[in-house]
């Protein structure tokens, strides 16, 4: 039996949005808020203002650096073995602050909310990757590391399933990385060999319009450094920090994530990988300009994110879009 494809973008659409892409980063650049960044690119070829922190990427520095990005890998769950293949894998997502209880009101979301999201989704044959998908906001603002760990050891209980989420959240530098790192080490029995079935990821948002605030880029590079995937979710808004236009929208999000993938790679590669798993996200949508707010479930929305999914196939780059 054949399959049925949705495809929006012609070959020469993607083209476009590329070279558009390309002439943002050459002319515009993005700014990555963090000095050991800047000397990365520096060094592989970028042109760097130190004063606005701003890095601009030359066509030939994206071109060899999206050559080492390494496609899509086989998941596998916190025992380290295989989950059953698919095309499209599904998880659960998100890091929401609150819950709303069944008598209607919303609260606070706790660390025995986050237990039960994962519960939930760890028992759920449909579901392939456990994310927790709300913060634990009764560990103190103070203890950022420590709610880091709580999360990936609540992830990790949860053995049936491949790990989800970006790293440690919360913290001002990389510590809560390296500690995840070494507690998924510990599991797999040595860095090595969890350098060979990676099970958490590092990584973050951007600010659009092509800003990556400090901690992101220190949770990239104790990722990348260390061989494991990096992942990126890019949420420009059309109509607030990225064009009205769909196509406008789609050139400023597609000039995020070839930053984001060019910055893993770099920083893998001087660490003596010869590429890793980077994956390209979207969760982009529109302004309400009656409401000022962002919507989701709008048919703007998912225009945008297969449209991203698609990009992201271009580049050989695995993908992760907003199904909502």
């Known amino acids: 039996m054949g399959k049925l494809k949705l495809q929006l ?38 042109t760097v203002d130190r004063k606005k922190m701003v890095v601009r990427i030359p066509e030939a520095v994206v071109i060899e650096f999206m050559k080492k990005a390494k496609p899509k890998e086989a998941y596998v ?18 890091e929401g602050t609150f819950m709303t209880d069944r008598d209607g009101v919303a609260r606070p979301s706790t660390y025995k909310d986050q237990e039960k999201v994962l519960i939930v989704g ?11 998908a709300v913060a634990a906001r009764d560990i103190p603002p103070w203890r950022t590391n420590f709610e880091g760990t ?20 919360g913290g001002d530098d990389d510590e809560s990385m390296a500690v995840s790192i070494e507690l998924c080490a510990i599991l797999a029995g040595g860095k090595e060999k969890l350098m060979k079935n990676p099970i958490i990821t590092g ?9 990556w605030p400090n901690i ?35 050139v400023v999000h597609n000039a995020e994530m070839l930053s984001f993938e060019v910055f893993s790679q ?29 919507p989701v479930g709008n048919p703007e929305m998912a225009l945008l994110n297969a449209a991203a999914a698609e990009l992201a196939q271009y580049y050989n780059c695995p993908n992760i879009s907003a199904g909502a």
């Open 9 to 46: 973008l012609s070959r020469g659409d993607i083209e476009r949005i590329h070279a558009a892409s390309i002439n943002v980063l050459e002319t515009t650049g993005a700014q990555f808020i963090n000095n050991n960044a800047l000397d990365f690119f520096e060094k592989y070829g970028c």
């Open 77 to 94: 769950n916190r025992n380290f073995k295989p989950i059953p293949k698919r095309e499209v894998y599904f998880m659960t997502f998100g």
């Open 122 to 132: 760890n028992a759920l044959p449909a579901v392939d990757v456990a994310h927790g």
């Open 150 to 169: 709580v999360r990936d050891w609540n992830l990790l209980s949860n053995p049936n399933k491949t790990i989800g989420g970006f790293g440690p959240p």
């Open 203 to 211: 990584g973050g948002c951007p600010t659009s319009p092509l800003v």
């Open 216 to 250: 992101i880029c220190k949770r990239m590079m104790q990722a990348a450094k260390n061989g494991m995937r990096t992942v990126t979710i890019g949420m420009a808004t059309s109509g607030s920090m990225a064009p009205m236009s769909l196509a406008g929208t789609l």
């Open 266 to 294: 770099i920083v893998a590669h001087a660490a003596g990988f010869n590429g890793i798993v980077a994956s390209m996200g979207c969760s982009s949508s529109i302004l309400d300009v009656r409401k000022g707010y962002y």
